[in-house]
């Protein structure tokens, strides 16, 4: 099965290429960067404007090459050409981020889905981008039934299948994990995203007491941001904010995907979203999972941060299942839960 996939539901506009057969991940992306301050929706929405139609002509000038092999070779076969006349569409589908994320950003990347499924005449496959970057980790891993704490910009959570559904265990009470960080690397005058520059800061600082709060699987992270503005407000090294705030936060996150881990039995756990990309973060999670004897997997960078390989990989998924979308019902959903998905590529499988 070959899958493209779309990806824009915040600050990447990204496309790829996917085969089943070879399991290739091809994924073009062009990243909107704010000139100041964080994510603008309208602006966000207007980079996905001018980039998706480049990278999807990208990724699927890849899927054409791969396809028809290289140009010394004879031309396709007869066969291999739709009744129109016209060469066979070199993927079985177009699978795009349905939500969460961005109104008006993934207004325009449905729109292009919908156009480009009617043009290549295939069908449209809706894909949850919470789904996405769990199953990225599950598939990369070939781990059976992990929990996966998913730690991107605007969400975190841990979540878990169980009776045909990815069940949220426990997840923020305000913001997501990223964008916590990147207020705080606002405030104190860092360009966007504020994540990677926090984890290089932090390798000079030492620990000064800020809020942890964790409630039974739930965590917050408010009360730490407004407490890290105001030690930086009173003048302590920044380094030092910056590396008592991932002690704190990936501390919560540690505790709450561990006792994800016991609550549901599982010894396995996956990694998904952009602040997965954080070494400390994962070293943590790897300790902790070492010292109970579970596995642990985080996936490549590309597939950490928004990106339509995840897409591509669970549409392929979800196209070999059958469950595609007729256009009629492809709206986008910007507060579309993980939990609202039936897994219907998972039906085989005993709850
Ligand atoms: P979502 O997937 O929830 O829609 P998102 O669209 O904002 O989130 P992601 O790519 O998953 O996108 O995550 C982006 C976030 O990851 C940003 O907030 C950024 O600061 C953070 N981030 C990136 N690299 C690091 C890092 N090394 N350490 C911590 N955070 C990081």
Same mark, same amino acid.
Request: include cysteine.
């Given at each position: 099965t070959r899958v493209l996939g779309i990806e824009g539901t915040a600050w990447a506009a990204s496309a790829a290429c996917y085969d089943s057969g070879t399991d290739d991940v091809f994924i073009e992306s062009d990243a909107y960067q704010p000139d100041s301050g964080g994510i603008h929706p309208r602006e966000a929405a207007e980079h996905m404007h001018d980039a998706i139609p480049r990278v999807v002509e990208t990724a699927l000038e890849h899927a054409r090459e791969t396809h028809d092999? /290289?140009?010394?070779?004879?031309?396709?076969?007869?066969?291999?050409?739709s009744s129109s006349g016209q060469?066979?569409?070199?993927?079985?589908a177009v699978a795009f981020?349905?939500?969460?994320?961005l109104g008006p950003c993934l207004r325009v990347v449905g729109t292009a889905a919908r156009a480009l499924a009617q043009s290549l005449d295939v069908p449209l496959v809706g894909v949850n981008h919470m789904v996405a970057h769990l199953e990225i980790g599950r598939h990369t891993s070939g781990f059976d039934s992990p929990v996966c704490l998913n730690a991107s910009g605007a969400n975190a959570h841990l979540l878990a299948y169980r009776n045909g559904r990815y069940q949220v265990l426990g997840e923020t009470m305000d913001t997501g994990v990223g964008n916590a960080i990147d207020k705080f690397t606002r405030h104190v005058g860092?360009?966007? /995203?504020?994540g990677p520059k926090v984890e290089a800061a932090a390798e000079d600082g030492e620990y000064v007491d800020l809020p942890y709060v964790v409630k039974g699987m739930d965590f917050s992270f408010s009360g730490i941001m407004s407490a890290a503005k105001q030690r930086y407000d009173d003048g302590v090294p920044v380094e030092d904010v910056c590396y008592s705030l991932q002690e704190n936060i990936f501390g919560m996150l540690t505790e709450v995907s561990e006792r994800a881990l016991s609550l549901t039995g599982s010894d396995e756990l996956v990694l998904g979203g952009?602040?997965?990309?954080n070494a400390r973060l994962r070293a943590m999670l790897e300790e902790m999972c070492a010292q109970r004897g579970a596995r642990f997997h985080a996936p490549e960078p590309r597939f950490l941060r928004d990106n339509a390989g995840m897409i591509a990989v669970l549409g392929a998924k979800m196209y070999d299942a059958g469950d595609t979308l007729a256009l009629e019902e492809s709206r986008v959903n910007p507060d579309f839960r993980p939990d609202q998905v039936p897994v219907t590529w998972r039906a085989d499988e005993s709850d």
């Amino acid at each position: 099965t070959r899958v493209l996939g779309i990806e824009g539901t915040a600050w990447a506009a990204s496309a790829a290429c996917y085969d089943s057969g070879t399991d290739d991940v091809f994924i073009e992306s062009d990243a909107y960067q704010p000139d100041s301050g964080g994510i603008h929706p309208r602006e966000a929405a207007e980079h996905m404007h001018d980039a998706i139609p480049r990278v999807v002509e990208t990724a699927l000038e890849h899927a054409r090459e791969t396809h028809d092999g /290289p140009e010394t070779e004879p031309p396709v076969d007869v066969d291999e050409r739709s009744s129109s006349g016209q060469q066979a569409a070199p993927v079985d589908a177009v699978a795009f981020s349905r939500g969460p994320g961005l109104g008006p950003c993934l207004r325009v990347v449905g729109t292009a889905a919908r156009a480009l499924a009617q043009s290549l005449d295939v069908p449209l496959v809706g894909v949850n981008h919470m789904v996405a970057h769990l199953e990225i980790g599950r598939h990369t891993s070939g781990f059976d039934s992990p929990v996966c704490l998913n730690a991107s910009g605007a969400n975190a959570h841990l979540l878990a299948y169980r009776n045909g559904r990815y069940q949220v265990l426990g997840e923020t009470m305000d913001t997501g994990v990223g964008n916590a960080i990147d207020k705080f690397t606002r405030h104190v005058g860092w360009s966007h /995203p504020g994540g990677p520059k926090v984890e290089a800061a932090a390798e000079d600082g030492e620990y000064v007491d800020l809020p942890y709060v964790v409630k039974g699987m739930d965590f917050s992270f408010s009360g730490i941001m407004s407490a890290a503005k105001q030690r930086y407000d009173d003048g302590v090294p920044v380094e030092d904010v910056c590396y008592s705030l991932q002690e704190n936060i990936f501390g919560m996150l540690t505790e709450v995907s561990e006792r994800a881990l016991s609550l549901t039995g599982s010894d396995e756990l996956v990694l998904g979203g952009g602040v997965g990309q954080n070494a400390r973060l994962r070293a943590m999670l790897e300790e902790m999972c070492a010292q109970r004897g579970a596995r642990f997997h985080a996936p490549e960078p590309r597939f950490l941060r928004d990106n339509a390989g995840m897409i591509a990989v669970l549409g392929a998924k979800m196209y070999d299942a059958g469950d595609t979308l007729a256009l009629e019902e492809s709206r986008v959903n910007p507060d579309f839960r993980p939990d609202q998905v039936p897994v219907t590529w998972r039906a085989d499988e005993s709850d």
